[in-house]
């Protein structure tokens, strides 16, 4: 498949298969894909930590979820609607955890986290997985991932990946993009 069709079939995930779980060398490739992303003078500043066991995921889970549904308590009807356990990781199988080493420039630090996450959802997308980007532990329990995941104090939590196998029985919905031409615009000067 080419690459722009891959982006075209790509969409997030939020009802993932919990029976059927991600082998390790699929991980590791999605984490390779990771690793070989462009970064602010080549300075590669993330880390990935790795979590496959779903009790643990779930009890992260838990643990954030009062101060999300404080803010966005609507989610509480989508938990129902999608008959999911965990509104913060959606039940995935593994979630990857990105840091990013503080000594690195402000400047780049989104961008080169972008293009890391980016390279991963893609891979992943190659290889039959579905993912799920998710910003929520960042604001509801970067302590929780902290602490969970060892991440030394030169490091900072910046985001998640949710990872794993598409729910069969409940397959994802495409969301509509906007068409190119109402997003770009040629300037020929």
């Given at each position: 498949?080419?690459?722009?069709?891959?982006?075209?079939?790509?969409?997030?995930?939020?009802?993932?298969?919990?029976?059927?779980?991600?082998?390790?060398?699929?991980?590791?490739?999605?984490?390779?894909?990771?690793?070989?992303?462009?970064?602010?003078?080549?300075?590669?500043?993330?880390?990935?930590?790795?979590?496959?066991?779903?009790?643990?995921?779930?009890?992260?889970?838990?643990?954030?979820?009062?101060?999300?549904?404080?803010?966005?308590?609507?989610?509480?009807?989508?938990?129902?609607?999608?008959?999911?356990?965990?509104?913060?990781?959606?039940?995935?199988?593994?979630?990857?955890?990105?840091?990013?080493?503080?000594?690195?420039?402000?400047?780049?630090?989104?961008?080169?986290?972008?293009?890391?996450?980016?390279?991963?959802?893609?891979?992943?997308?190659?290889?039959?997985?579905?993912?799920?980007?998710?910003?929520?532990?960042?604001?509801?329990?970067?302590?929780?991932?902290?602490?969970?995941?060892?991440?030394?104090?030169?490091?900072?939590?910046?985001?998640?990946?949710?990872?794993?196998?598409?729910?069969?029985?409940?397959p994802r919905t495409k969301r509509p993009r906007k068409e190119l031409a109402k997003i770009s615009t040629y300037i020929d000067l």
């Open positions: 498949m080419d690459f722009l069709s891959l982006a075209q079939q790509r969409s997030s995930c939020r009802n993932f298969d919990q029976a059927r779980p991600v082998p390790r060398d699929l991980i590791d490739k999605v984490m390779e894909a990771g690793r070989l992303a462009p970064s602010g003078k080549n300075t590669q500043p993330w880390h990935f930590y790795v979590i496959t066991n779903s009790d643990k995921i779930k009890e992260m889970g838990k643990a954030m979820e009062p101060g999300l549904l404080k803010d966005v308590p609507k989610l509480a009807g989508v938990a129902a609607e999608k008959g999911v356990t965990n509104l913060v990781f959606y039940d995935a199988p593994v979630i990857i955890n990105i840091s990013m080493h503080k000594t690195h420039s402000i400047d780049t630090r989104q961008m080169d986290i972008g293009l890391t996450l980016q390279n991963m959802i893609m891979m992943a997308e190659a290889l039959g997985l579905v993912t799920l980007p998710v910003y929520n532990p960042k604001w509801y329990g970067e302590k929780i991932i902290v602490e969970t995941c060892k991440i030394p104090e030169d490091e900072e939590f910046m985001i998640t990946l949710c990872l794993g196998y598409e729910d069969p029985a409940k």
